[in-house]
């Protein structure tokens, strides 16, 4: 008889602070990959996600595409309050906390629930987010703690920090996942037109226009004499606009040719503006995992990022960490290890190592593995 894990396959969730598009096509892909003999995966997905059907149905054939009937406002509501239907039998597995939680018997019936909450920000900075997505948020985890069979996180940080909201005893379970595979195995065909057009030394970073990103703080580095010749190119993120952009760096002084802003979406121009960086910095300062830390250690760029635990975890000894305890004190800093790491080859050339070393420690074939051993376990 075959055993079949069902995967919420979808990519966004109300009140998380990053795009969990890529996790959740990986995690799923890697589920797929790693399936035990004798079991299938499904993959689910609200109604109108065309995009995700056809994305698994190219790269993960072996997987069952379950389309619902409803479209994805209608699943919030009804799995917001415990209509799950049939959706909630068997097993399942949530990279978010968009799961169909509800009462249910896993010794009789088998059916098995988990779900992911990949950090606290919604409580820890409510403000952040529209008030309906953290009322959404902390509802469905409220319904994690009642109902959820185990609840993953993506760092052992991320889970020290969930017990201080949520009482699941020894339910949580650490899943890491890796760098996203749209971008580490995408084809290159060369630089996109802004960075191609930078002259000299640039630094990357991926940020939006929600506080998380510590786009206001990066830019304010920026404007020291310390960085005076080094460019500066922005994966764009939240809807961070070309206006946008030029506002900010026209009120510090910043003359535009020397930031430029990536609006593409694909991954072999992504990949490729890394590689030719001599630095990655990492300006947020909330307490949540980054998948950009990743991507940069493994294609080969230093790291600079803010000095938090769940970073740190990331981050082992590869990144160069910076002191966030205030506003002033951490854009002095940035400004200081950014123009060290990009004028100093040799310390380049170290943390580079260290980085690819540390990216062996996270691998999407793990990450399936685990969910499954966490499956055969409950």
Sequence with gaps: MMTTLTVISEGVSPASSNDLTDYARDLTRSIVATAPRSCGVSAFLCSANTR??????????????????RDRAALLRAWGVGLTGQHGDGMVHAPSLFAPLSRHDKIN??????????DTTPWTHPHAYPPKAVMWFKNMARRAQKYADAIVVPTHTAAENLTKYLDVGDRIRVVQGSAPTRVINADGNGQAD?????????????????????????????????LNDVGLAIVARDGLTPETLAELTTSLG??????????????????????????HVLPGRADQFSSSMLTSFVLGVPTVHADTPVLNEIAG???????????DTYIDGLAEALAEVVADTTQRERMITLGHDRARAFSWREAGERIWQLHAEL
């Design 194 to 226: 802004p960075v191609r057009a930078m002259a000299g030394s640039y630094v990357i970073t991926e940020c939006g226009t929600s506080e998380f990103s510590g786009l206001s703080a990066l830019l304010q580095a920026f404007s020291r004499p310390e």
């Design 317 to 327: 000894d590869a990144g160069r960490s910076v002191d966030a305890s205030s506003d």
């Design 254 to 279: 910043i003359a535009p040719p020397r930031v430029h802003l990536l609006t593409t979406g694909n991954g072999g121009e992504i990949r490729d503006a890394y590689r030719a960086a001599s630095a």
């Design 52 to 69: 995700d059907r056809d994305f698994f149905r190219q790269t993960a054939p072996q997987a069952e595409i379950i389309q619902s009937s």
């Design 109 to 118: 019936d088998g059916t098995q629930t988990t779900v992911t909450i990949h």
